[in-house]
């Protein structure tokens, strides 16, 4: 009876198995490549990663947020297991790639690389300070308008304190930039654009908030097209004994292709000519004062919405393409301040808060 029991309970068990014999050598050297594989395979993507987080470095001080990664941690498991031997005559299985993590962005080597270019060439750096200013954009900086040749006579040694002292700005420049009032868009010549009724009230409110700031206006300087002269001769009525010169520098123009491209074509012939012209508006009005100038300057530049744009990218050193991306109203000021040693700020753009909000246009 014992012995029957016993044999019911070895129903369905299968005998068991021989004990399986050391695999040959070659397969062990198969598995020791393998391993050897994956840990070069880890150390890999732990380079990647530190070579990732120097590309976000590299694009954080540029100014832009730049996320570059590879995946991180040990290849997905094949199959039966980590550790499962291939078949006996079959080659050794290359491991897998690991997959990027969600919310990463797996770029290869070269367009990592390229993801940080250099800085733009037209961008300047200051020597020294680590940024982008460039402290002699005016060319007026004191070491630069001295000659580093000349000796004295007597002693044979520079007078470089001296000289730079000599050179330096002591008065701060204040640039107010109005751009002209409400014209007439139907005029086929520029004779015709005169300023609308509209127009010449804008005006009148300019002259009077200019005239309220309280003060001591030294020129006004407007372009030669006829509805920036009008703006001037109202503007001026409230500014009694302030000279008036007029300029064709500072006629509209198109100073530089913009960055986004506009809709409307226009040939590179245009911005050639009306952008050399314009550059060279800012060249002459727009820099630090003369070391003579002893007492700060207040001075008005009556001309036009292109022309103001560009000067307050150039000024600010941002990029001149820019220009397009801001928007003036009719009568608007916009106020420069030109410090001394070359600082520039920007006090306002653009402003019309003194005119009530039916007077206001932008075309």
């Known amino acids: ?4 029991i ?6 369905g068990r299968e005998p068991a198995a021989a004990p399986r014999p050391p ?15 994956a840990r070069h395979a880890a150390a890999a993507a732990a380079m990647s990663f530190r070579r990732a987080l120097a590309l976000a470095a590299c694009g954080l001080a540029g100014g832009s947020v730049l996320f570059s990664a590879v995946a991180v ?21 290359v491991p897998a790639a690991p997959a990027a993590p969600q919310g990463l962005l797996l770029l290869p080597p070269a367009a990592a690389a390229a993801s940080c270019p250099p800085a733009a060439g037209w961008i300047e750096r200051a020597g020294g300070t680590g940024g982008y200013w460039d402290s002699n954009w005016d060319r007026r900086e004191p070491l630069a ?6 000796k004295n006579e007597e002693t044979g040694e520079e007078e470089l304190a001296s000289r730079l002292d000599h050179c330096k700005a002591k008065a701060t420049r204040h640039i107010f930039l109005i751009r002209h009032s409400q014209y007439n868009l139907d005029g086929r010549a520029d004779k015709d654009r005169t300023l609308t009724p509209l127009g010449r009230e804008q005006a009148e409110l300019t002259g009077r908030r200019l005239a309220s700031l309280g003060l001591k206006f030294d020129q006004i300087i407007h372009s030669s097209m006829t509805r920036a002269t009008e703006t001037t001769e109202i503007i001026s009525k409230y500014l009694p004994g302030v000279k008036k010169i007029s300029t064709d520098l500072l006629r509209e123009g198109a100073p530089i292709e913009p960055d986004p491209p506009v809709s409307h074509w226009k040939p590179e012939a245009v911005y050639y000519e009306d952008g050399a012209r314009i550059e ?15 007492e700060d300057s207040y001075e008005i530049f009556v001309c036009h919405a292109n022309v103001i744009r560009y000067i307050v990218c150039r000024a600010l050193q941002f990029p001149p393409e820019g220009w397009l991306r801001m928007s003036l109203n009719n009568g608007s000021i916009t106020h420069l301040v030109i410090r001394p040693n070359g600082r520039v700020a920007l006090r306002t753009l653009g402003d019309t808060g003194f005119m009530p909000p039916d007077k206001i246009t932008r075309t």
């Not at 009876?1 to 029957?4: D, E, H, K, L, P």
């Open 1 to 4: 009876m014992n012995n029957a």
């Open 6 to 11: 016993c044999s019911m309970g070895n129903v």
């Open 23 to 37: 695999p040959p050598a070659a397969l062990r050297a198969g598995r020791g490549r393998r391993e050897a594989e």
């Open 73 to 93: 941690g040990k290849p997905p498991a094949r199959s039966g297991g980590g550790d499962a031997e291939p078949r006996p005559g079959a080659s050794a299985a």
């Open 145 to 150: 308008l001295i000659n580093l040749k000349k």
């Open 280 to 294: 060279a508006a800012f060249r002459n009005f727009i820099h630090r004062a003369d070391a003579k100038q002893e």
